[in-house]
């Protein structure tokens, strides 16, 4: 049962253009969702995140959107960089305390094209 | 300041073969989770240890095991290998056993079974 989707699994861009990931959840139970980076041969590095009592989050290059009556949530990046260029995971949480386990996506590979 | 690290990076086993991958978290860190990210999937939690103590478990039957040594280091054990274990596990450690955002993760053990 995967709880946290990823429906696109590749994705290019054109350099300074906006990317758009998205990624769907079907728990209700999460109320905490965050954006992972992961290069090859690298661990992941967290992005950015968002709580569920909000429906933005921005830091920089990069926001987040939720909308939970639709379980979805997507990331921005913009201007698009060929460093973006990774795969990128969606992960979700029920951050009650005890329970900070992360459930990921699938991962969607993003190609900045120069 | 050293992140996270785990060995080996790679490891090749055979079915029926016991293994151990060890992790030493970031500087000043305490809580150590594992995760297993098989082939084009997203990283699936195992379990998390705080002081000492496995704290949560995810889906994975008790051929999974682990460990947390005084000093924060930890060490996952795999018992009876399956051709299905094979996948990169990863070890993230964090402050605390909350605040996922805070998860930083090493660049993971390749585990191949034959």
């Known amino acids: 049962d995967q709880q946290v989707k990823q429906n696109s699994p590749s994705l290019s861009v054109q350099e300074g253009r906006i990317s758009i990931l998205n990624c769907d959840y079907t728990n209700s139970m999460f109320d905490y969702f965050l954006w992972y980076k992961k290069y090859p041969a690298e661990g992941p590095t967290f992005l950015i995140s968002i709580s569920s009592i909000k429906d933005k989050n921005e830091d920089g290059r990069f926001t987040v959107f939720l909308n939970k009556s639709a379980k979805h949530l997507s990331l921005h990046i913009v201007p698009s960089q060929p460093g973006d260029s990774a795969v990128y995971f969606c992960a979700a949480s029920a951050s009650n305390f005890g329970n900070e386990k992360l459930t990921f996506g699938t991962g969607t590979r993003l190609t900045i094209i120069p | 300041d050293a992140g996270v690290t785990q060995s080996p990076t790679h490891l090749i086993k055979t079915r029926g073969q016991q293994v151990t991958l060890r992790c030493s978290p970031k500087?000043?860190?305490?809580?150590v989770s594992w995760y297993q990210q098989a082939l084009g999937q997203g990283p699936q939690f195992i379990f998390q240890?705080?002081?000492?103590?496995?704290?949560q478990r995810g889906n994975f039957p008790d051929r999974f095991s682990g460990h947390q040594f005084p000093n924060y280091s930890s060490e996952l054990n795999v018992n009876a290998l399956l051709l299905g274990d094979s996948a990169l596990y990863l070890c993230?450690?964090?402050?605390?056993?909350?605040?996922?955002?805070?998860?930083?993760f090493g660049s993971g053990t390749q585990l191949s079974v034959l």
């Open positions: 240890y705080y002081e000492e103590e496995e704290r």
């Open positions: 993230a450690s964090s402050v605390g056993a909350i605040m996922s955002e805070k998860l930083f």
């Open positions: 500087s000043g860190h305490d809580t």
